[in-house]
């Protein structure tokens, strides 16, 4: 991997202080890394620095900085062409991030000399067709939402699976999650918690007004509807943490497997349930 780039998350690495030790470690080792030309103009190194898009034509490996919400801001675009990811984790949970702060200079031997693992993780393709047929799609790596937005009320939401009924919910919204994305919005909303390599997926209702209401298993050949049973026009599509587009009752909203994958470099020998006991379990104690 000799095209690598460089993406920081400027509000975590307010003083580019690990883009630098990052960009300067690369050069060290006569390797000029890409970044934004908005990042580049303010490295203490070498770079090639090119518009946002051409990392993504132009690198064969990412190095994200930040945390797992920067990783998962990055996924979308990565999947569609094939790029893996490493994440030098900056932020509170670090699921997706194997990097630490003090790991850096390591993790780049190891990465340069291609020491390391490549996990790929299921994603999730939304498709939405309004009324006058107008088709959009985007790709998931976490979740994806629909929820009532600012509405006072609890809406009714119909989940179909494989065009057969489920279930009509009356709920604040529906998470539509990943293996990946089990130990996030789905999580904290009541829903299990799935291995990473898992080839399931999870419906889960958020605040369900019922005493039936549970999470839905699902396997990677299911296919989900959701659609609205009311006219409220204030719905909302969001995806991994971000507002996507707002919803008609007239939208329906199609979910199954991406045909895209992420993928991660899996530099570090932590595995699964040892992050999940250090970041969640015995942060709560």
Same mark, same amino acid.
């Given at each position: 991997?000799?095209?690598?780039?460089?993406?920081?998350?400027?509000?975590?690495?307010?003083?580019?202080?690990?883009?630098?030790?990052?960009?300067?470690?690369?050069?060290?080792?006569?390797?000029?890394?890409?970044?934004?030309?908005?990042?580049?103009?303010?490295?203490?190194?070498?770079?090639?620095?090119?518009? =946002?898009?051409?990392?993504?034509?132009?690198?064969?490996?990412?190095?994200?900085?930040?945390?797992?919400?920067?990783?998962?801001?990055?996924?979308?675009?990565?999947?569609?062409?094939?790029?893996?990811?490493?994440?030098?984790?900056?932020?509170?949970?670090?699921?997706?991030?194997?990097?630490?702060?003090?790991?850096?200079?390591?993790?780049?031997?190891?990465?340069?000399?291609?020491?390391?693992?490549?996990?790929?993780?299921?994603?999730?393709?939304? =498709?939405?067709?309004?009324?006058?047929?107008?088709?959009?799609?985007?790709?998931?790596?976490?979740?994806?939402?629909?929820?009532?937005?600012?509405?006072?009320?609890?809406?009714?939401?119909?989940?179909?699976?494989?065009?057969?009924?489920?279930?009509?919910?009356?709920?604040?919204?529906?998470?539509?999650?990943?293996?990946?994305?089990?130990?996030?919005?789905?999580?904290?909303?009541?829903?299990?918690?799935?291995?990473?390599?898992?080839?399931?997926?999870?419906?889960?209702?958020?605040?369900?007004?019922?005493?039936?209401?549970?999470?839905?298993?699902?396997?990677?050949?299911?296919?989900?509807?959701?659609? =609205?049973?009311?006219?409220?026009?204030?719905?909302?599509?969001?995806?991994?943490?971000?507002?996507?587009?707002?919803?008609?009752?007239?939208?329906?909203?199609?979910?199954?497997?991406?045909?895209?994958?992420?993928?991660?470099?899996?530099?570090?020998?932590?595995?699964?349930?040892?992050?999940?006991?250090?970041?969640?379990?015995?942060?709560?104690?």
């Amino acid at each position: 991997m000799k095209h690598i780039g460089i993406i920081p998350n400027l509000f975590k690495d307010k003083d580019l202080e690990y883009t630098n030790k990052i960009t300067r470690w690369l050069n060290k080792h006569n390797i000029l890394p890409y970044m934004s030309r908005e990042v580049g103009e303010k490295v203490d190194g070498e770079v090639i620095s090119v518009e =946002t898009q051409r990392l993504y034509e132009l690198c064969d490996s990412l190095i994200v900085i930040g945390g797992d919400g920067t990783i998962l801001g990055v996924a979308e675009a990565a999947c569609l062409k094939g790029i893996p990811i490493v994440g030098v984790n900056l932020g509170r949970l670090g699921f997706l991030a194997d990097i630490e702060p003090d790991e850096i200079e390591n993790a780049m031997e190891k990465l340069i000399n291609e020491h390391y693992k490549i996990e790929e993780r299921m994603m999730l393709r939304a =498709t939405i067709i309004g009324a006058n047929g107008e088709k959009s799609v985007f790709y998931a790596l976490n979740e994806i939402n629909v929820t009532r937005g600012s509405f006072s009320r609890l809406v009714e939401f119909e989940i179909c699976i494989n065009d057969e009924l489920s279930d009509i919910y009356p709920a604040d919204g529906v998470i539509v999650a990943t293996p990946t994305g089990s130990t996030a919005y789905n999580l904290s909303a009541g829903g299990p918690i799935v291995v990473p390599l898992a080839q399931t997926y999870v419906v889960t209702p958020i605040c369900p007004h019922t005493l039936h209401s549970k999470s839905i298993m699902l396997c990677n050949e299911d296919k989900v509807r959701i659609k =609205t049973l009311e006219e409220t026009k204030d719905m909302a599509l969001s995806m991994d943490g971000k507002l996507k587009m707002y919803l008609t009752p007239q939208d329906v909203v199609y979910i199954e497997r991406s045909p895209y994958i992420t993928k991660l470099i899996k530099i570090s020998d932590r595995k699964f349930f040892e992050i999940l006991r250090e970041k969640i379990v015995e942060r709560r104690r």
